[in-house]
């Protein structure tokens, strides 16, 4: 883990170092201090992190903006801390960066850089069957999968362009168990093509789909390997997907509540049944979506005892 920081002011002020939470070093002495922490402290390839930035009480921050993984962050004031949602990619090796740019009001900016570890994700080989234009699409329609693909792209960029959205917890779009879990490779009529970049829910034809929070409906339509699908952007670079749908009950530029019906559970696309397939993404990182149960950007990202000791205040 590194973390490291550079100064554009003249200002001389004290280099303080901050490690992640349970590892932190800091100087004696500095006249202003930020440390950075991170909730979970060992996120996995493909999930969600709470990003944090501690700013001491004597420091007038006007803003605080930075990537994670490539990604715009959107910081938000959490008492003594700037909080933000990331996501780490699923291709994450070792670590991910963070670059965090602190202005202030007696004008100077710091930059912050941090390492963070990345946890292997585990997951299973799914052995399945398909139709055979499904898994090897003929060449005639690689036009229409690119043109889809950047299209999908454009809708997660924006995500980052709108507010956020939603203040309760996310909820899942079905009850009941996950059917095949995130990152798993999948092997179709026995070659491996892919990672399963979402969840599946197993279900019945016409059960309804629920909306996981609240947000704006971005698309509605089909997609040749996605079926009948939905988006929702959330806003601060979150959106979910519905795949595989039957119908949607919505249409784009619609605002819905946190579990509203929005879709039908259906079975379009490349699928071996119906099922709901649900997706995350912060931007274009798509993450694990079970993670948003748990997601509370407002949660401190490190207890006191987390902190280094003697660590400015
Ligand atoms: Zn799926």
Known sequence: MKVSRTR?????????????????????????????????????????????????????VVAVQGTLAGEPLHFERVGAWFNAVAGVPLDARDSVMARIVVERVAGG??????????????????QLAADPDLVQPPESL??????????????????????????????????????????????????????HLGVDFAARVGEPVRAANRGVVTFVGALYFSGHTLFLDHGGGLVTGYLHLSRALVARGDTVSAGQVIARVG???????????????????????????????????????????????
């Open 109 to 126: 900016r710091d930059t912050v850089t941090a390492a963070l570890p990345v946890g292997i994700r585990t997951a299973r080989r799914e």
């Open 267 to 313: 079975a379009t696309g490349r699928v071996t049944g119906p099922n709901l397939h649900w997706l995350a993404s912060y931007g274009n990182v798509l993450v694990d979506p079970m993670d948003l149960l748990t997601l509370d950007p407002a949660a401190p990202v490190a207890t006191a005892a987390d902190r280094a000791p003697g660590s400015p205040r």
């Open 8 to 60: 554009s002011t003249v200002r001389a002020v004290a280099l303080v170092l901050c490690v992640g939470v349970g590892r932190s070093v800091a100087a004696q002495g500095v006249e202003r201090s930020s440390e950075v922490a991170w909730r979970p402290q060992l996120p996995l390839q493909g999930s969600l992190v709470v990003f944090g930035l501690h700013v001491s009480s004597e420091e007038t």
């Open 142 to 195: 690689a036009p229409r999968i690119r043109a889809e693909r950047a299209l999908v792209r454009r809708i997660k960029r924006r995500a980052h362009d709108t507010p956020r959205l939603w203040r309760e917890p996310f909820a899942r779009p079905r009850p009941g168990p996950v059917s095949s879990g995130f990152g798993g490779a999948r092997v179709f009529n026995g070659v491996a093509r892919s990672r």
